[in-house]
T-cell receptor
Framework: NAGVTQTPKFRVLKTGQSMTLLCAQDMNHEYMYWYRQDPGMGLRLIHYSVGEGTTAKGEVPDGYNVSRLKKQNFLLGLESAAPSQTSVYFC???????????FGDGTRLSIL | AQSVAQPEDQVNVAEGNPLTVKCTYSVSGNPYLFWYVQYPNRGLQFLLKYITGDNLVKGSYGFEAEFNKSQTSFHLKKPSALVSDSALYFCAVRDAGDFNKFYFGSGTKLNVKP
């Protein structure tokens, strides 16, 4: 009964490095989301997907790319990390547009 | 534009007393409103939602929320607070045009003291 699993849980990068965050859900949900959480700002939507093979931009998409090649996985990529991308990243999924989102436990990313 | 405001960064309450965590919203059209709770180093957990119907919504762990259209508010309440309710609480509203966009408040830290 894993729900939404995010890997890795922690990561430290140097400016300019690239990395990919993985989100996996085992609930057969169509919709998946990536958010970032910064102190005092709540969650902000980066990108989302409404089904396998689809992606769309959220509120703060610049500097990030995503892919949804398989229904259960949603990848978030940083091509050239910047200190402003230091944050806690949360993935979420849900079954349809009227249901609440299920969140993973987050990835804490620090960029030096 | 859609938005949510949580006017209190922190709420302190004694165990056994009633608690209220405030949320006001701005949205065009009918609001879809949610409350989530976050414990340290964990993701957000769904508490309750308002889509339509009764203005008093009941949710998980004894929490409820009162929707007030005239005051554009959706305050979270619990009749008797527990120490284990201490956590960070977020209010969210779904975008009226894009059902996949949600706007979260900045969060309210609830401290329940024994």
């Amino acid at each position: 009964n894993a729900g939404v699993t995010q890997t890795p849980k922690f990561r430290v990068l140097k400016t300019g490095q690239s990395m990919t965050l993985l989100c996996a859900q085992d609930m057969n949900h169509e919709y998946m989301y990536w958010y970032r959480q910064d102190p005092g700002m709540g969650l902000r939507l980066i990108h989302y997907s409404v089904g396998e093979g689809t992606t769309a931009k959220g509120e703060v998409p610049d500097g990030y790319n995503v892919s949804r090649l398989k229904k259960q996985n949603f990848l978030l990529g940083l091509e050239s990390a910047a200190p402003s991308q230091t944050s806690v990243y949360f993935c979420a999924s849900r079954s349809d547009s009227r249901q609440p989102q299920h969140f993973g436990d987050g990835t804490r990313l620090s960029i030096l | 534009a859609q938005s949510v405001a949580q006017p209190e960064d922190q709420v302190n309450v004694a165990e056994g007393n009633p608690l209220t965590v405030k949320c006001t919203y701005s949205v065009s059209g009918n609001p879809y409103l949610f409350w989530y709770v976050q414990y340290p180093n964990r993701g957000l957990q769904f508490l309750l939602k308002y889509i339509t119907g009764d203005n008093l919504v009941k949710g998980s762990y004894g929490f409820e929320a009162e929707f007030n259209k005239s005051q554009t508010s959706f305050h979270l309440k619990k009749p008797s607070a527990l120490v284990s309710d201490s956590a960070l609480y977020f209010c969210a509203v779904r975008d009226a045009g894009d059902f996949n966009k949600f706007y979260f408040g900045s969060g309210t830290k609830l401290n329940v003291k024994p």
